[in-house]
């Protein structure tokens, strides 16, 4: 019986939250579109899917942001 390896990553918990700055995430949101298009242009709509739910997150970051500062 063969065991698996154990990952040697850390385990995060959800409560930390690391800081962003604006730009950083303005930046990886525009970057995550600039892969979708490409993606849809190729004719992969699974990986543009992909893509775009990466851009919203960082999207979603940005307004949780611009709401705290208000």
Do not use: I, W
Request: no cysteine; glycine share 2%.
């Amino acid at each position: 019986m063969s065991r698996r390896p154990r990952s040697r990553r850390s385990k995060v918990s959800n409560d930390v939250r690391f800081p962003t700055h604006p730009r950083n995430a303005q930046k990886k949101y525009e970057h995550y579109l600039e892969l979708a298009r490409a993606e849809a242009q190729l004719g992969d709509l699974v990986a543009a899917e992909n893509y775009l739910q990466h851009a919203e997150h960082y999207l979603r970051s940005m307004n949780e942001t611009r709401n705290a500062t208000r």
